[in-house]
């Protein structure tokens, strides 16, 4: 009771259920991941679980080749989707920050792919890019592009690029809303005094609003790199990680493993170097890209 009456415990009874809570539900399967990924644990057969120590990740760095492929498709997924997403979004926000009739539908209409779910958003794209009754194979006949429907998520040479481009649609407008929240921080002094120094649009936006918006681009490009790597909903609605492994991911690659084939040490292990993967990365990311500091 002593310990109740003393007003410095106060604060820590407060957020006490919050601690309780990030520690069950974060730290908790974190912790398990790692215990996990030092042990031969499938379900369906309980007889062969126990402790293999580094054995998992022996078996990913020498003889997973798999795994390999699997980086190198991560890496291009997160490039080509991280920068198109960043030129499109910006681009799409310089033009609703200009002044039209309807610009607050227009950005309200901006915002919609976005709140729709990647499970649907795959679901829609997959019935419009379908070789039978796609829309995209009707399209693309009708202008001459093509003489004949194509399988466009069925085709090793297409099925990265639809996926791709499923997503650009999808994550545009997170760049878009981003950005043109921190042009509306942008005191418009600064374009008046450009424009009175004789400066154009196109000084005015790589004097006053590339250097405004640094931050907020190093941020979100960050945010939205952790987020692709770790995309699964759509990239499994769509392909499954096919056809002939062309859109397998590392994370689409410990689905499968998991969940699919019930090993969950090694997933877990796949996991583990996925978490470090991400952590040097946000890491070596912020520190040369210089987040934070003034000019």
């Known amino acids: 009771m002593n310990a109740l009456n003393n007003k410095k415990w106060w604060p820590y009874l407060f957020i006490a259920p919050s601690v309780i809570l990030l520690v069950g539900f ?7 991941v790692f215990i996990l990924s030092l042990q031969d644990y499938n379900p369906t057969k309980p ?37 198109l997403q960043l030129l499109l979004g910006l681009i799409l926000a310089l033009l609703l920050n200009q002044t039209f009739r ?26 419009m890019f379908n070789e039978h009754f796609g829309v995209i194979n009707d399209l693309l ?17 297409t099925a990265f690029g639809s996926i791709v481009t499923a997503e650009l649609w999808r994550g545009i407008p997170f760049f878009a809303i981003t950005l043109l929240a921190a042009m509306q921080n942008i005191p418009g002094e600064l374009y008046e005094s450009c424009k009175v120094d004789g400066g154009g649009r196109w000084r005015s936006f790589f004097s006053i609003t590339l250097p405004f918006l640094k931050d907020t681009i190093i941020l979100t490009t960050l945010l939205r790199a952790v987020w692709e790597f770790n995309n699964v ?26 969940i699919k084939s019930n090993n969950y040490g090694y997933g877990s292990a796949l996991t583990v170097i996925g978490v470090i993967l991400l952590t040097i990365f946000a890491a070596l990311y912020l520190k040369f890209s210089g987040f934070g500091k003034e000019e």
């Open 141 to 157: 006949k009708r202008i001459g592009f093509i003489s004949q429907n194509m399988a466009w998520t069925a085709n090793p040479s």
């Open 47 to 83: 007889y062969a679980n126990g402790f293999t120590g580094f054995d998992n990740f022996t078996q990913i760095f020498t003889g997973d080749k798999i795994f390999y492929s699997t980086l190198v498709i991560s890496l291009k997924w997160v490039l080509s989707e991280v920068i």
């Open 233 to 258: 909903d759509l990239i499994f609605t769509m392909t499954g990680g096919g056809p002939a492994n062309m859109t397998m991911t590392l994370p689409m690659y410990i689905a499968n493993q998991a």
């Open 26 to 32: 974060l730290f908790y399967p974190i912790a398990n």
């Open 102 to 127: 309807f610009r607050g539908l227009a950005r309200a209409a901006a915002f919609l792919p976005w709140a729709i779910s990647g499970v649907i958003t795959a679901t829609m794209w997959s019935i």
